[in-house]
C-alpha cells in the first residue's frame, strides 16, 4: 500500500507521534526549591518503621498514667488517618527514595545534615541539592571548622538550627559567635521556631520548649546582625501574631511552611498560610517539605500547596520558587525573569 493518501496518512501520523514525545519530554513540572529537606539516616527519628499521617486529622492524646511508649504508639506506631506513610527501612532505600522523589518533582532542595551525609547524598544529585548544615549547640563545630566547611563549599547555608530542642533560645549569647559568622559569610540561616512533634518533650526532647516558637525571640539578634539572611522554620506556629509582627518590622525575614503542609490538620495549614498571605506577605513564605525519614511528604507537600483553595497560580509558584530563589539569591532551575529575581 503505498498510495499517495496512504503515504500523506502515515507522514501526518509520523509527525503526530513526533509532536507527542517532544511534549512528554518537555511536561517536566515548574521547578521548586524545597527549603527544608533532613538528610539523615533511616534510625534518625527512631528505629523504623515509623509511621506518619499527613495529615493528623485530629492529635493523640496522652494518657499520664501510661509508659511514653503508649503515646508514642499512638503517634508514629499505628496513628489513626485516612492517609500515612511507613519510614524508609534503611539508610540506603531513604536516600535513593528521597532523591528519586526530587527528579520526579523538579525539586531542589537545601538539604540539612552532618557534612558527611550531605555529601554523601550530592553524590546521588549534585545538582539538585545545596549543602546545608544542621546545627545543635550540643554538637556545634568550631567557628574554624565552620569556615573551612565553607571554605571548600561542603555547606551554603546553616539549617535546620535545631537549638529549640535543647530548651536554648535563639538570643541566648553561645549562638552569638555563630550569628556572627554566618552574617560575615553571608550565609542563609534557617531556624526551627514551631512545632516539634506533638508531646516531644515526653519521649525524645526533654528540653523542648513551646514557648522558644515565639519569632519575636529574634529581635534582638536581627538588632545586632542586621545583614544576617534568616529564616523561621514552621513559620513560628502557631505564634501567628508574632510572627506577623516580625515579619512586618524586619522585612528580610522569610519563613518556611514545613511540617504544617505535611502532618498538619487541613484547615489549620490553610489558616496559617492564608493568614500570613493576606497580612502581605506572601513574598516571603517559602516552600519546605520536612522530609525526615518519610520520602513521600515531599510529593504530599507539594500536592497540599497545589490543593490550597483561593491561591492564584503566581501566589502558588511565589511560595514553590520564587521566593526562596530570591532569599537564596539563585536560580538553580534558570526559571526566573530577571524581574522576578531583582524584585525587593
Ligand atoms: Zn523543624
Known amino acids: 500500500m503505498s498510495n499517495p493518501i496512504s503515504r500523506y496518512l502515515l507522514v501526518t501520523l509520523g509527525f503526530v507521534g513526533a509532536a507527542a514525545i517532544v511534549s512528554a519530554q518537555a511536561r517536566e513540572p515548574d521547578p521548586v526549591i524545597d527549603m527544608h529537606l533532613h538528610i539523615e539516616t533511616a534510625a534518625s527519628e527512631g528505629p523504623p518503621p515509623l509511621t506518619i499521617c499527613a495529615p493528623y486529622p485530629t492529635w493523640p492524646s496522652r494518657d499520664p498514667s501510661q509508659g511514653e511508649d503508649a503515646y508514642v504508639q499512638r503517634l508514629f506506631g499505628n496513628p489513626d488517618c485516612p492517609r500515612k506513610f511507613v519510614s524508609a527501612s534503611s539508610d540506603d532505600d531513604l536516600r535513593i527514595r528521597s532523591v528519586a522523589m526530587l527528579k520526579k518533582h523538579n525539586v531542589y532542595a537545601l538539604g540539612g545534615g552532618t557534612p558527611e551525609l550531605v555529601a554523601r547524598w550530592r553524590q546521588d544529585a549534585p545538582d539538585r541539592i545545596i549543602p546545608s548544615l544542621e546545627f545543635k549547640l550540643s554538637e556545634a563545630p ?124 487541613e484547615p489549620e495549614f490553610h489558616r496559617y498560610l492564608k493568614a500570613l498571605i493576606e497580612a502581605g506577605f506572601g513574598d516571603r513564605i517559602m516552600f519546605g517539605s520536612d522530609q525526615m525519614v518519610w520520602p513521600e511528604l515531599i510529593e504530599v507537600a507539594l500536592e497540599r500547596i497545589q490543593k490550597t483553595p483561593g491561591l492564584s497560580r503566581e501566589q502558588k509558584r511565589a511560595i514553590l520558587y520564587d521566593n526562596a530563589a530570591r532569599f537564596l539569591r539563585i536560580d538553580p532551575a534558570n526559571a526566573l525573569r530577571p524581574a522576578a529575581v531583582l524584585r525587593p
Do not use: C
Not at 519569632?215 to 501574631?241: C, I, S, T, Y
Open 142 to 265: 568550631t567557628l574554624e571548622k565552620l569556615r573551612a566547611l565553607h571554605a571548600s563549599r561542603q555547606i551554603q547555608a546553616i539549617a535546620e538550627v535545631l537549638i529549640q530542642y535543647e530548651g536554648v533560645s535563639v538570643s541566648d549569647p553561645r549562638m552569638d559567635p555563630y550569628f556572627a559568622l554566618a552574617e560575615e559569610l553571608d550565609i542563609p540561616v534557617g531556624i526551627h521556631m514551631g512545632p516539634g512533634p506533638p508531646g516531644v518533650g515526653y519521649f525524645g526532647a526533654p528540653e523542648y520548649r513551646m514557648a522558644l516558637s515565639d519569632p519575636l525571640q529574634l529581635e534582638p539578634v536581627l538588632a545586632k546582625h542586621p545583614r544576617l539572611r534568616v529564616f523561621v522554620m514552621h513559620a513560628g506556629w502557631p505564634m501567628l501574631e508574632r510572627m506577623i509582627a516580625l515579619l512586618y518590622s524586619h522585612p528580610q525575614v522569610y519563613v518556611d511552611i514545613a511540617i504544617l503542609n505535611t502532618a498538619f490538620p
